[in-house]
């Protein structure tokens, strides 16, 4: 059974840092692309950025220079260090796995999700 458990998240100021941590069970980081999206509230669903199986990432143009991706894979977690946050990064944050090898998945392709997380940035 996979399971992606999400923590992190909260209240911030607009220019400070959070964490969000996305711990994998049921799959090897090895084997998985696993995203981060984030949805506000009257908007469609974003990606935010990927982590490909091979440690590859990639990133939404917004968050490009401010948000890092990175995984440990002995601990199957992976993480979204967000830093220089604006009020527009506010969403609830989702992570995401697709069992895909070799390239990035589509959207329609990740096939686990976490339960969400909260990221509220004031100004």
């Known amino acids: 059974q996979v399971q992606l458990v999400q923590s992190g998240g909260g209240l911030v100021q607009a220019g400070g840092s959070l964490r969000l941590s996305c711990a994998a069970s049921g799959i090897t980081l090895s084997s998985s692309a696993i995203a981060w999206y984030r949805q506000a509230p009257g908007k469609e669903r974003e990606l935010v950025g990927v982590?490909?199986?091979?440690?590859?990432?990639k990133y939404a143009d917004a968050v490009k220079g401010r948000f890092t991706i990175s995984r440990e894979k002995a601990k199957k977690t992976v993480y979204l260090q967000m830093n220089s946050l604006k009020p527009e990064d506010t969403a609830v944050y989702y992570c995401?796995?697709?069992?895909?090898?070799?390239?990035?998945?589509?959207?329609?392709?990740?096939?686990?999700w976490g339960q969400g997380t909260q990221v509220t940035v004031s100004s």
């Open positions: 995401a796995a697709a069992g895909i090898l070799g390239r990035w998945p589509e959207a329609y392709e990740y096939d686990y």
């Open positions: 982590i490909s199986s091979g440690g590859n990432t």
